[in-house]
């Protein structure tokens, strides 16, 4: 286990969707600054500036994708992560799931990337989600530990999952309820909690 680090820790917050009026991606803008307001540096990531090919074998065979080598350096530099994801049918999406195979991948003959746990081993991940059912798009979360945890990252206790998400947004993208953003910031304060003292 590393030493608490006295440096404020590095906090990637990203959403599982490229939707432009994805509730997901407006949950994240709001994980972002409470993590900003929290002490930690954050890079709040969009997914559709780094679009990646559906996973194929022999595709990767003729070359990794060179956003997948930006990604792999930008996840591996951040000790906690914040994922907002969304519930297609009861799961996350297939964007995510293509997302982290292809980072989780190996470089051969590459020393620094040769193995395809490095972004990911030791990293702490807090779950969000939104949706507009009453459940908040739960289910994509107890779907999406599991691959975490295979990944061999910690995931943090604390979770939350907005619902009626169509309602819970106000103009300017901020939450309404004042219980939820205490809810998000209880997320993203353990987290930080975590990452000063777990994250290599």
């Not at 490095?118 to 107890?142: D, E, H, N, T």
């Not at 819970?168 to 953003?181: K, N, Q, T, V």
Request: charged share 20%; net charge positive.
């Amino acid at each position: 286990m590393a030493a608490m680090n006295s440096a404020p820790p590095k906090l990637l917050v990203f959403a599982g969707s490229t939707r432009a009026q994805s509730w997901n991606r407006k949950l994240a803008a709001v994980a972002a600054q409470l993590a900003r307001e929290a002490g930690a540096e954050v890079t709040h990531l969009e997914l559709a500036e780094h679009e990646l090919p559906l996973y194929n074998g022999d595709l990767e065979a003729r070359g990794l994708p060179p956003e997948v080598l930006r990604l792999k350096q930008i996840f591996h530099a951040h000790a906690g992560w914040i994922i907002c994801t969304p519930e297609y049918n009861g799961s996350y999406p297939a964007l995510l799931k293509n997302t982290l195979d292809w980072i989780s991948r190996p470089v051969p003959g590459d020393t620094e990337w040769s193995d395809g746990m490095r972004p990911f081993a030791g990293k702490v991940v807090g779950l969000l989600s939104a949706s507009p059912g009453s459940l908040g798009g739960l289910r994509s979360q107890s779907h999406l530990a599991p691959l975490l945890l295979v990944l061999q990252c910690w995931v943090a206790p604390k979770k939350f999952a907005l619902a009626k998400a169509g309602e819970a947004f106000g103009p300017d993208g901020g939450l309404l309820s004042e219980a939820s953003r205490k809810s998000v910031r209880a997320v993203v304060d353990q987290v930080i909690w975590a990452a000063e003292r777990l994250a290599p």
